[in-house]
Structure formats: structure tokens, C-alpha cells
């Protein structure tokens, strides 16, 4: 469709004139600026909502809001195109078929050994080996090589030595959806464990032998300890809602030994209507300082991440300093149980720091324990109360542990946002499916890619510059401050506001301090090489100037030079007395920002000719410029295009 | 950019030949200027009650006038003070802290205070029209919007001595009566009539600033805490009194040392600077938007907790740029 309009969304002056093109796979925005043709790609799998709005006399609006917090409104001049859009995006945005998304057509360019090799960077049964199993107290068992016993846990689970195939089955019937007992972390230190499950279905009475010798098991294989802790993730009035139903938890009187704990954390209800809320405060048009505040606390958004983090906290806690195994779950074991088992032992074991570590991670408590992606994130069309942002609000805890502790993680901020684009925009096929059946099934492996061997591959783009393995913030377990903390937690705008690029500090502390180790590294190898020369050669004068010609390069590359028009930005509009003055600062282009902000006032409304501003609109130009290759440095994918890297290439 | 305080208009509309004169020769021919008055239309209205007022629009034909109100007073002690409680309160549960933090008002004071700053940075630097600041003193919010102003538009005063220029012309010499402002603190029961925050609050934007634009400043926010300190209580001289007629009646600077001299020493002076600094020659924008601001945390949550890990993190990147 021709002559489209994309609004800035924040500043109704600006928009761009463009066609839109529509793909099996993707939206496409290009813009008819003669030079830069700059284009804005959105993957269908990242839609979240379409919306239609009144037409104006501009034309149709189109407002498309997509899961990784992108928004995007477009003004289509004719009604009929834009209906015909508007029911071309609804149906491709709600794929039937696992066939229909984008990773069963995404080619990297790869061989076939490549495509496996890329699905083995991450192998869970060497992480069982690391954290030293089997063992004398743990065991691999295969009760459930055909998912058999459950479907929706992996073929390898890790049980206690002393539970026989018979009391895992049998504790899988006493368990919601089967889901039984099964070991999450291993602490080989004191060996504590963390375990997880889904809900008993004790109802108000009922007892399963096999069950209760489970948790003995459990408890056995830990001869530090003679109790454990059972910590139910619920608000104690749902759990006991469940109870009417057959379900509930666990009674101290019945299971021996165990202390029990409710850790209250809301339901994927709750949530869902946590982040919309939060998301309604983002789209507020030039909020004050009150509204924000009092949206932000009315989402709640924020006390629920503080939520699962505690939880976190009180399990690693029970894990190494009093040395006492746990036995987590919620409801079903797959939601809840996954955030707190995985807070709980990135904050325990520095190895989830690491990025091969978090990714493996996340391989082991969300993807092999059966983590309804599906469901969850929407990849088909399905039921909409399903949908919830449960790994996002994991991801979060950990921006909130990076910000509190900014040198124990070898990851940075990028990192944990590009992993939450590609849950949603099935670029990969790691997060398809709701169970590691069902993934089989289809045959993932064998006919898309592994998001990690591409993170993999682009690592030098994800680091921390500031880790240090040896540093004692990465050593050992992490202890966030419990109270006062209130204050530790902070909006995520790098992630809910991460296309309003206005919002932003212009420059990322972490590129240049990336450039400036890589530098560093590279001056210090070519010193030693240059220091053998010397030895070898008599001509010393000749490399003293190489060095130093290096050496200037360097600066330049950095992008120190004062003549560096990256550094420039452009004001937003100060002034919001009047509701029809966004006020947010442009995000796209700014030939003309001038007296916005004052014509208010009656002045002169005429824009003065900027081109020859200085001033630029410097977008990711500014990262691309830091890296030492001097080439955009972002994580490309080879052939389509992910929609934030789309919109900053052509500036 | 000028500062001044308040005309004496009066309800009899008094009128100043030389003040007119005087604004009128600031404008070039066929110029226009905007001042920027800090009170709000109304309290600017009321302030002729007491003998204040506004430029009339009839007698400064070629001046616009914007209000922005900005809190001062006794109003802004107790925001501070309502802060720096709730900072304190450590029984506070998460889902009532944000509406605490909001009813404090103290980010919205500091949103207010960067978006005026701004303005008149807009017309000085977009408009390139000529800017009068005042309030009804001249001697708060008008020097909290003049020294704002200049940060941003003014690379010279984002050096470790430029700002130290800065603090000197647009608060101690132009008269900010630190004495008065800096008597207590937030923590006294005693309320006093005349004192206010208004310096923190500069800092507290200068912070902003820092966090938003981490390369551009010379200095450190070590530096901006020392300087709230030295303005309740100092070894030195440099922040004593309340104008600079006061410091040379009380012989200030035969009898004490000065603050400057002892920062720039150059063992000392490391400790204020920032790692990152690279010049920048071009103007800093802001963004005002609520997610932009954040709370100081450096300041109101000094001595609750921890900084160990953020220390760690600063003195990982002076390595860094150290060995580079």
C-alpha cells in the first residue's frame, strides 16, 4: 500500500510518507525519503494487537502494538486498503500451524552440521555433570523415556538415589498434571537442593504413600539437613481455594519432616492485567511526574517482580546458609516454580552469570521443565487468558540483580532484551511448543535454528564490561539487600519504553567501555609482539611510530573526536501545559524540532532551515561507531531483518 | 541570558524609565525576548499586592513572558523533609511506596526544575533570542534555572573548574543566601521561615544530568555530594553567608580557606572526577519524561544502605579507562 503514513507516535507533527508491504512473515515500513530509504520490519510473530482506529480526514489510523513492547501507528489514506490490511494482519498474526512462522523459512545460510552444532552449544546433562551428577545421592532416571509418566517434563530427570521407579510413578499420580518431584539444582557444596513439582492433589484429606516418600527421598538425600523446606508460591487463599478441587498443598502433619512455606506470588491472571496496566501508563501522552508514579504503582508491576525475587532470596538462602533442600512449586509447577527456581539459583551459583551459563539456564527450568511457551507467548493463535508475561517478569529480576550489582553478571542489558524478542518473534525454534514432546514432534531441531548459537556467535556484543571472573562480586552467592529495598527496584525502560529512543542516555557507558577493553587487549598483544620485534631488530625508531599512529587511530575509532556528530540530540518538547503538546523528545528524524515548544505562545511558527543544523538525530549510529571493527557492530540476522536493528541501519 | 528579581510594579502599576531602557538596549533592533518568570500568572499577579509584579506587556513591548512555576520555600523544606522521611521508613511495603515517593513531590520539583532550565536554553540556543529569568527574589529558583541553563548549554561549565565557575557566578556571588537556605537540614525539628532546599535541588538535576549524559560531565557525583555537605556545614569559607556584602563584612576570605583551593589540589581532585569525561562540544538535552528522572539515590539513601556494589562497579571502570 502506497503513500502510508508512520506516525511518530509521540510528536503527531512528525510522521514519515512510505509504503507498506506486507510479507508471509513480515510488516515492512519504506520510507520514500530519497536517500536513506529507511525501513522499518515487524515481525507477524511479535504482534500483540491491531487496532483500528477513527478515521480522520488524514486518513485510516492503524495502531500496532506488538510484544516486545514496539508501537507503531500508521495512517492508511484509503478506508478499504486499510481494512484490507487490517484483516490481512489479524489473520497472519494469529498463525494456525507451527509450519506458518518464521523459523521454519528463516535461513541463515548454514550447513547441517552447523544447524546441529548450534542445538548442542547447550547440553543439559553436562550441566547435571557440573553440578556433580550422578552422585551417591542423585541419580538420572528414565521413567519417563516415552513420556510416559509425564508429558509435559523431559525424557532425563535427576531424582534422589532412594526413589525407585515405583515412587516416582506413584507420586506422579498425587501430583497436578503428573508433574512430580524432580531435582532443579544441585548445591554440591553442602548438598542442598532445590526440587520442584507441581501442587499435591491432597484435596482436604488425601494421602499418596509414594508421594510422602518422595519428599523423604528428597530429604534423605540430604544428610545435613534432617527436614526440608516445602515452599508453595501461591497466596495461601488460592492454594486453598484448590483444595475444594481436589488439590491444595502439603500437610506438615502428613509429609514427615518438611517445613512448610506459603510464598505469595499472583497468578498469570494477575500478571497479564499487571503489565497491560504498566503498558497503559508507557502510552500516556506527556505524563506528569504523578502520573507515572501513581500508574506505575496502581500496575503493581513492580511489587510482583519484588515478589518473585524474595522468594528467589528465600531460597537460595535456605540452600547455602542454612544448608536445607526445597521443594518449590505452584499451581502446576510450570510458571511460578520456573521464576523462583531460576532467580533462586542465579543467585546461588555464579556459573548462571555467565552467559553460557544463563543460557543454559533457561534450557534447564523453562524449556526442559516444560514451560508452556505456547501458551504463554503466543506463538499459534490460542486461548488469550493463557497468555502472560512470566519469563519477562524472569528476565526483569535479572536487570534488577545487573543494576544492583553491576559486576556479577558477564552479560549485559542487551543481552536479556534481544533473549526476550526472540521468545516472541519465533525467529528460533528454542521456544516453540509447550512441552520437549511436543518439540520432538515436530522436529525442531532438525528444521529451524538455536537462538544460542546465534547469541553465541554474537557474544562480543553482549558482554559486561565490567565483569571480571575473579572479581568478588562474581564469586559466590549473590545477596541482595532485603530492606529498605523498596527503592532498589526501578521502572525498565530499557525494555518497556526500548523504541523511544529519546528516553535513552545517547551514549552506552557499556559500548565504549567494551571498545575500550577490546582496545586495551588488542594494544597490549601488538606491545608484546611489537616488544619481541624490538629484540630481533636494530631499528627501534621504526616501531615507536607504528605504535603511536595506533594509537591516534584508537580515539578516532572510539569516536572521542569533538568533531562527532553522534554525540548531538535534539530537545523534546519542554513545555506540557497543553494536553495537544506531546511531549516526548522525536524518535525518528528530526528536520524539524525548532519552535515547537514555543509556538504556544503566539511566535512565529516557521520552522528555520535545519539542514544545516549540526544537531542530528543520532540513533544506534552512536554503538556502531564505538566498535573497534568500525562496522555496524549489531547482532545481524542474515536474512530477515528484527525490527529494532531495521529501524536503526539506515540512519 | 540575564537574571534579575521581580519588577516593583505595585497595584499602581508603577512604571521605571532605566528598567525599560535598560531591557530595551538588551534587544537588538527588530529582536524579540522571553522572560521567564518563575512564579506562577496568578502569584506573579498577587505579588503587585505587596508591591511586586510583572513587566507589563504595554511597557516592554518586545518582550514575551512565559511562566513556569517552580516551588520554592517553605514548600519545598517539606517535600524535602516528607522525603527524606519516607527514605528512612524502612516498614514501607512495595505496593505503597511509589504513591509515598509521588506524594513527597520531590521528582516533580526536579521535573519542573530541568524542563525550565531547558526552556530557556531553547530560546537561547534554538530561538537565539535573549532570555530574563527571575522569580520574585531573584536569588532561588531564578539562579537554579540560570545555572541549569548554562550546564546545558555551555560545554566550559561541565569541566571540574568550569562548574566550580559556575557554582560561583550563578550562586554565591549572584547571592543565593546560603545561610538562611542551609541553616538546618531535614532532619530538624526546628522549621525555620527562610530555610529551603533550592541548592540540593540544582545538584539533584546536575545528577540527572550525569546519569543521562555519562560521558559529559568532568566531575563526579562525589563531587555533588561533597558540595551539599559544604553547604550545611564546612571546613571553608566558600559557602558562609548570604550575599557577597555579608562575606566582606565578615572579612570571609582573610578568616577561612577556600573550598576551591582544597578540591583542586591535584591529589584531592581526582577523587571528583568522572572516568568517562570526554569533551562534548554541543548542547545536552534533557529528557524531562517521568521514566527519565529517577530518584538520587546516591544522596537520600546514603547512609540506609550499601554502596559497596556500585563502588565496585566505579572503580572497575576507572581501571578500565586507567589502563587504556
Known sequence: VENVRLLDRLSSRKSALGTLYLTATHVIFVENDSEAHKETWILHSQISSIEKQATTATGCPLLIRCKNFQVIQLVIPQERDCHDVYISLIRLARPVKYEELYCFSFNPKLDKEEREQGWKLVDLSEEYNRMGIPNNYWQISDVNRDYGVCDSYPTEVYVPKSATAHIIVGSSKFRSRRRFPALSYYCKDNNASICRSSQPLSGFSARCLEDEQMLQAIRKANPGSDFIYVVDTRPKLNAMANRAAGKGYENEDNYSNIKFQFIGIENIHVMRNSLQKMLEVCELKSPSMSDFLWGLENSGWLKHIKAIMDAGIFIAKAVAEEGVSVLVHCSDGWDRTAQVCSVASILLDPYYRTMKGFMVLIEKDWVSFGHKFNHRYGNLDGDPKEISPVIDQFIECIWQLMEQFPCAFEFNERFLIHIQHHIYSCQFGNFLCNSQKERRELKVQERTYSLWAHLWKNRADYLNPLYRADHSQTRGTLHPQMAPCNFLYKFWSGMYNRFEKGLHPRQSVTDYLMAVKEETQQLEEELEVLGERLANLQKSQLNDGKVKSKQQDRSKRLGLSTSNNSLANTPQEYSNDLKSFPSRSPSQGDEEDSALILTQDNLKSSDPDLSANSDQESGVEDLSCRSPSGGGCLPSEDSGKDSDEAVFLAV | ?324
Request: aromatic fraction near 10%; charge should be neutral; charged fraction near 25%.
Open chain 2, 1 to 324: 541570558m540575564l537574571r534579575s528579581s521581580q519588577p516593583l510594579t505595585g497595584p499602581n502599576r508603577r512604571r521605571c524609565r532605566e528598567d525599560e531602557l535598560l531591557l530595551g538596549t538588551v534587544l537588538d533592533e527588530e529582536e524579540r525576548g522571553f522572560i521567564i518568570d518563575t512564579r506562577s500568572a496568578q502569584a506573579a499577579k498577587q505579588a503587585r499586592m505587596s508591591g511586586g509584579g510583572t513587566e507589563p506587556k504595554a511597557f516592554y513591548p518586545r518582550w514575551r513572558r512565559l511562566h513556569r512555576p517552580l516551588e520554592r520555600g517553605r514548600p519545598l523544606q517539606e517535600s524535602f523533609i516528607r522525603l527524606v522521611e519516607a527514605c528512612n521508613e524502612s516498614s514501607i511495603s512495595m505496593d505503597r511506596w511509589l504513591s509515598r515517593l509521588e506524594s513527597c513531590r520531590w521528582l516533580s520539583h526536579v521535573k519542573a526544575a530541568l524542563s525550565t532550565a531547558c526552556l530557556a536554553a531553547q530560546c537561547l540556543d534554538r530561538e537565539k533570542a535573549k532570555v530574563l529569568v527571575h522569580g520574585a527574589e531573584g536569588t532561588d529558583t531564578t539562579l537554579l534555572v540560570t545555572a541549569l541553563a548554562q550546564l546545558i548549554l555551555e560545554p566550559s561549565c561541565r569541566t571540574l573548574l568550569g562548574f566550580q565557575g559556575l557554582l560561583e557566578r550563578e550562586w554565591i556571588e549572584a547571592g543565593h543566601p546560603f545561610h538562611l537556605r542551609c541553616a538546618h537540614s531535614a532532619y530538624s525539628h526546628a522549621r525555620l521561615k527562610q530555610e529551603a532546599p533550592l541548592f540540593l535541588l540544582f545538584l539533584d538535576c546536575v545528577w540527572q544530568l550525569s546519569r543521562q549524559f555519562p560521558f559529559s560531565l568532568e566531575f563526579s557525583e562525589h563531587l555533588l555530594l561533597t558540595l551539599f555537605d559544604s553547604a550545611y556545614a564546612s571546613a571553608y569559607g566558600t559557602f558562609l553567608c548570604n550575599s557577597e556584602k555579608e562575606r566582606c563584612l565578615c572579612k570571609v576570605k582573610e578568616n577561612t580557606h577556600s573550598l576551591w583551593a582544597w578540591l583542586n589540589q591535584p591529589g584531592e581532585r581526582k577523587k571528583y572526577l568522572n572516568p568517562l569525561y570526554t569533551h562534548n562540544p554541543l548542547v545536552i538535552w534533557p529528557s524531562v519524561e517521568p521514566q527519565s528522572i529517577q530518584l538520587w539515590q546516591g544522596l537520600f539513601f546514603r547512609w540506609i544502605r550499601s554502596s559497596q556494589y556500585l563502588d565496585e562497579a566505579w572503580a572497575e571502570i576507572q581501571h578500565l579507562v586507567e589502563s587504556s
